[in-house]
């Protein structure tokens, strides 16, 4: 097992999968209503769990009892009863729910059955204690507090932990304060920090765009393309040497193969090959890696997975879609979904035959593709090299590049699980190649998926360019000292236009600048 690692990510706890998460409460159980309306069952459930040690303070945080196995744990955890006057007092509660939560997702674990995707349990958690526990007014201290604690909490537990922000001003400060320590992202080597590096400055620039494969989804309990396969399968239930005929074959040929099955069932009134794809893809919850990419800030992406879990995730990173090709033009920012969806169970593509409708079919989604490829640095994730929708993909690439481009740094790059000797002379002209492991193997390895989201938490971290803390109330106490003296000045020249020049051309120009570090409304 490796290091423990406390990663940063925009989003929304409720639609968060993760082992367990911190619920705020009092020692009186009182919860926002937010929680309440968002968590189903939550209420009752909580009733059914309230115990005397809580409620007189011994103890300070408890797992809801009774919980679904297949739901993330809600693990009630007490700010002080009457508020908190240091943000210090945050320190204890904070701890207790990582070892309360430690226990309980570990026990989890083992009283669930097959193997769990993530090496070792992910707990996550709302930035604590600044709403009703009265710290609000002092968050750059809290964000700060929180960090650290966790850090070296997480570490003594062996466990993860992910901070998910709701607010765009907390999510840069946290950014801000991880980068002025390299060390937490010891778990990943030089290389692997270079590379994101480099990735982080096409992020900057607005040019990198995520292109996403299945693995993207896994985190969030989505299967595989040959698990889908596999699953597709067994449902249509194949004798032992259908399957063993089936599983020597490539996935698309599988996928027509399994239509065809399917077809003959549909007639019967079962469900159709591709209602049950979307039964089998449809998630409500994102993992780790979509609300990362989520939380890139890249305004383009692709997509070929069939769920709704990136677009979930980009609407909690407060970054909503337009959907090509339903949803176009309803936001600025988008995502192209090549390979259907499962809104519209008939537009999925898996098999050979599908494929090739979609040249002709989708020609101008494809140009898409090729366009954004031409002006902009693609970053596959969640592909591995033996997946035919990536040969295929690829193929476009390199029919689309001039000749004369097809050399040098290439115009994207892959982050793979695994490595192979033959990789880089197959793909070095149209790919980066950056695996997370140093094995050659085809089946998913949880170590390196969970390397995969230390080194998108740090690409996501140097990508993260806003300091729209710096003027804000409330975050004063994070800054370094050249920053608290910059603020001071930036603030004095807010404060000393008149109102005739904040009106004029630059005078706006600079209010827009200084309301996009935070400082409030200037002049009229």
């Known amino acids: 097992m490796g290091e423990s690692h406390v990663f940063v990510t925009r989003g929304s706890l409720t639609n968060f999968a993760c082992d367990a998460w911190l619920l705020p409460t009092d020692r009186t159980y009182n919860i926002a209503s937010h929680w309440r309306s968002a968590v189903r069952g939550l209420e009752d459930a909580v009733q059914k769990s309230k115990d005397p040690g809580f409620a007189g303070g011994a103890v300070l945080a408890q797992p809801v009892h009774a919980w679904p196995a297949n739901e993330p744990l809600p ?32 026990r989890r674990r083992n009283e669930a059955r097959g193997e769990p995707s993530r090496p070792i349990p992910l707990l996550a958690m709302p930035l604590f204690g600044t709403g009703g526990g009265g710290a609000g007014l002092v968050k750059g201290d809290v964000i700060r507090l929180l960090l650290e604690e966790t850090r070296r909490a997480a570490a003594e537990a062996g466990v993860d932990v992910v901070l998910v922000l709701a607010n765009e001003k907390d999510f840069a400060l946290a950014q801000e304060l991880r980068k002025r320590h390299p060390e937490w992202w010891s778990p990943l080597d030089r290389e692997h920090q ?16 995520p292109f996403m494969g299945a693995g993207v989804s896994m985190s969030a309990g989505a299967p595989s393309w040959t698990d889908l396969l596999s699953a597709l399968a067994t449902a249509a239930q194949l004798s032992d040497s259908e399957r063993e005929s089936l599983e020597h074959r490539g996935h698309l040929d599988q996928a027509s193969i399994l239509r065809s099955v399917y077809e003959e069932r549909a007639a019967r009134g079962a469900l159709t090959f591709n209602q049950a794809i979307a039964e089998l893809v449809e998630l409500k919850r994102y993992g780790l890696a979509p609300a990362l990419l989520a939380s890139l800030g890249s305004r383009e992406a692709i997509t070929l997975n069939y769920d709704e879990l990136f ?18 033009g309803e936001h600025d920012d988008w995502l192209l979904k090549l390979h259907g969806s499962v809104t519209d169970p008939e537009s999925i593509v898996l098999t050979r035959d599908d494929y090739l409708g979609f040249s002709t079919s989708r020609n101008a989604l494809s140009a898409l593709v090729k366009a954004t490829l031409m002006t902009q640095h693609l970053l596959f994730v969640g592909f591995g090299l033996t997946d035919d929708h990536f040969h295929e993909i690829l193929h476009d690439v390199k029919q689309a590049l001039p000749k004369e481009n097809r050399t040098g740094e290439g115009p994207a790059t892959a982050l793979m699980l695994s490595t192979d000797p033959l990789d880089e002379r197959m793909w070095s002209d149209q790919l980066n190649l950056v695996p997370m492991s140093t094995e050659s193997r085809k089946e998913f390895i949880p170590s390196s998926g969970r390397t995969l989201e230390i080194f998108l938490d740090l690409l996501v971290a140097l990508s993260t360019d806003s300091h729209s803390y710096l003027l804000a109330e409330g975050y004063e ?10 603020r001071e000045s930036l603030l004095d020249i807010g404060k000393r236009l008149t109102d005739g020049e904040a009106q004029s051309s630059g005078g706006t120009r600079l209010r827009e600048m200084l309301a996009e570090l935070g400082a409030p409304t200037l002049g009229t």
């Open 75 to 106: 693990v009630l955890t007490a700010v002080p009863y009457s508020g908190i006057s240091s943000v210090n007092e945050l320190i204890p509660p904070l701890r207790e729910f990582i070892c309360v939560a430690a226990d309980s997702a570990r």
């Open 194 to 209: 270079e590379q994101a590096a480099r990735l982080a400055g096409y992020a900057r620039d607005g040019k990198l765009v």
């Open 311 to 328: 677009e979930i995730a980009s609407g909690d990173a407060g970054v909503p879609r337009s959907v090509i090709p339903d949803g176009a």
């Open 477 to 486: 106490g994070a800054l370094t000292g050249p920053e608290k003296s910059l």
